[in-house]
Structures are given as C-alpha cells and as structure tokens.
Nanobody
C-alpha cells in the first residue's frame, strides 16, 4: 500500500509561483507513474502533469505547458510540481496520484493511489 501526502499549497497573486510536494510512504518499487491532478469547485478532476518514475518522461496538460514543471526525487520518494506564472484559473485543489500500470496518462482512471489534496488559490 502506498500513502501519498501533499504539501506546499497556499494563496498567491497572479504571476506568482508555488512548489507542491508529495511524499510517498510505503513506496513500492512497482510504482511506474506519478502525477498531479486538480479539481476546481463545480468541475471534474483533470490531469495536470505526469512523470514516469523510471526514465523520467513527462506529460503536461496544454493549459500548463511552459509554466509548470513536474519532477521526482527517487532517493527521497518525493514528487514535486513547480508552478510559475500562476493564473486565477489555476485555482483548485491539487492531488498527487500514483499507479503501477504501464503508461502515464493524464486521465484519472489508471491511478489507484491518491493523496488528500492541497489547496492552491491564485488571486487576480
């Protein structure tokens, strides 16, 4: 069983930056993919970025390309999301997720491990 704990959310002005962290406990060598997802009030959960734990290949939603960077520290079993040039539309609850299947998709269906979420609020 893998437990994921997010941190680093908060409130920031538009144009600002935040870095989210996700610590993985009970980490399994079989976890192949980790990702960040977000859910705004009244909307569905959407994929933001994913990373393959072996090889480090990444995948981003079009809405965050060039502004967000996902990374993973294997030694610390920690996932990061560096968010720059934040916009009010980035306001959402951000969730860390992981799975042991092949393929790192931006859709939620593959992911069987989820964190509790951390709130990001961007003021205009």
């Amino acid at each position: 069983q893998v437990q994921l704990v997010e941190s680093g959310g908060g409130s920031v002005q538009a144009g600002g930056s935040l870095r989210l962290s996700c610590a993985a406990f009970g980490y399994s060598y079989s976890v192949n993919c980790m990702g960040w997802f977000r859910q705004a009030p009244g909307k569905g959960r959407e994929g933001v970025a994913t990373i393959a734990t072996a090889g480090g290949s990444t995948n981003y939603a079009d809405s965050v390309k060039g502004r967000f960077t996902i990374s993973h520290d294997n030694a610390k079993n920690t996932l990061y999301l560096q968010m720059n040039s934040l916009k009010p539309e980035d306001t959402a609850m951000y969730y860390c997720a992981a799975h042991s299947r092949f393929g790192c998709l931006l859709t939620t269906g593959s992911y069987n491990y989820w964190g509790q979420g951390t709130q990001v609020t961007v003021a205009s």
